[in-house]
């Protein structure tokens, strides 16, 4: 991506993040709501239409900045990924505190779990899925990334990131989850010399918030210990509480060591 056109997406995420002045600007002529309820529709088919577009921007905003940082990585410019990776720091934190979308209520709790089709993510960066194995692999390069298209009708809120994975002796490193452009959570697998590529576990990765205009879910590795980070065999998407009700010896010894 050119750099003129980062600093348009910017300028226009600005605009989008902090649009006060056009609000101000819209109390001092638009009618109060008592006064007339046809300007109050109005006003809320404009605030919506405010909140689809500023999701929207945020999400490509986000993905254009961790393409730029990989594409600055892989040619080895690490001062240039090191301002990228700043700059991916500091909307995030703006969007912790100022989100994009309508963050759910505290009340809106996903009742149902939702397991991701491992089959039907888009692979990049060196990751792919294998049909014998039933699993993605080649996690072996600084982001390869798995994304998937999430279905509209998946309920808003919050949920915990569950994933099944193998990993080998003294291989892991880090990675991060992105749920649209509103909130990403970081997460890793520590390098351990007992690991077996042959074992299955499972991992709390964290919390994330899906909102009601969230679309991609992404799983993308940013760091390695040796050579691959693991091989995925499953994302769920869980309500709050499952992991602590869940059955934590749930290793799964194969019959035959997979490739990663």
Same mark, same amino acid.
């Given at each position: /991506?050119?750099? +003129?056109?980062?600093?348009?997406?910017?300028?226009?995420?600005?605009? #989008?993040?902090?649009?006060?002045?056009?609000?101000?600007? @819209?109390?001092?002529?638009?009618? +109060?709501?008592?006064?007339?309820?046809?300007?109050?529709?109005?006003?809320?088919?404009? @605030?919506?239409?405010?909140?689809?577009?500023?999701?929207?921007?945020?999400? *490509?905003?986000?993905?254009?900045?961790?393409?730029?940082? &990989?594409?600055?990585?892989?040619? !080895?410019?690490?001062?240039?990924?090191?301002?990228?990776?700043?700059?991916?720091?500091?909307?995030?934190?703006?969007?912790?505190?100022?989100?994009?979308? %309508?963050?759910? +209520?505290?009340?809106?709790?996903?009742?149902?779990?939702?397991?991701?089709?491992?089959?039907? $993510?888009?692979?990049?960066?060196?990751?792919?899925? %294998?049909?014998?194995? !039933?699993?993605?692999? *080649?996690?072996?390069?600084?982001? #390869?990334?798995?994304?998937?298209?999430?279905?509209?009708?998946?309920?808003?809120?919050?949920?915990?990131?569950?994933?099944?994975?193998?990993?080998?002796?003294?291989?892991?490193?880090?990675?991060? &989850?992105?749920?649209?452009?509103?909130? +990403?959570?970081?997460?890793?697998? #520590?390098?351990?010399?007992? $690991?077996?590529?042959?074992?299955?576990?499972? /991992?709390? @990765?964290?919390?994330? &918030?899906?909102?009601?205009?969230?679309?991609?879910?992404?799983?993308?590795?940013?760091?390695?210990?040796? #050579?691959?980070?693991?091989?995925?065999?499953?994302?769920?998407?869980?309500?709050?509480?499952?992991?602590?009700? /869940?059955? *934590?010896?749930?290793?799964?010894?194969?019959?035959?060591?997979?490739?990663?």
């Amino acid at each position: /991506m050119r750099l +003129s056109t980062l600093t348009t997406t910017f300028a226009i995420l600005t605009l #989008a993040i902090f649009p006060a002045a056009s609000q101000e600007a @819209a109390r001092t002529i638009i009618p +109060s709501p008592q006064e007339d309820a046809e300007i109050q529709a109005l006003e809320d088919e404009y @605030a919506t239409a405010i909140v689809a577009v500023r999701s929207d921007l945020g999400e *490509k905003y986000l993905n254009a900045l961790k393409e730029l940082q &990989v594409a600055f990585t892989t040619r !080895r410019q690490i001062e240039q990924a090191l301002l990228v990776k700043i700059e991916r720091e500091r909307i995030t934190e703006i969007l912790k505190t100022a989100p994009l979308i %309508d963050a759910p +209520s505290a009340g809106a709790q996903p009742q149902h779990a939702v397991t991701l089709d491992i089959s039907l $993510a888009h692979c990049s960066g060196g990751a792919r899925y %294998d049909d014998d194995r !039933r699993g993605i692999r *080649k996690w072996g390069t600084i982001g #390869a990334t798995a994304l998937w298209d999430l279905d509209a009708e998946i309920p808003p809120g919050r949920y915990e990131i569950i994933l099944r994975y193998a990993t080998g002796p003294n291989e892991g490193g880090a990675f991060e &989850v992105f749920a649209g452009g509103a909130d +990403s959570v970081q997460g890793s697998i #520590a390098a351990d010399p007992d $690991a077996d590529w042959s074992t299955r576990r499972n /991992m709390l @990765a964290g919390t994330i &918030v899906i909102g009601p205009d969230t679309r991609t879910f992404a799983i993308t590795c940013t760091s390695l210990e040796r #050579a691959y980070l693991w091989i995925l065999y499953g994302v769920t998407l869980a309500p709050p509480g499952t992991w602590d009700q /869940m059955e *934590k010896s749930t290793a799964e010894t194969l019959t035959e060591p997979p490739i990663p």
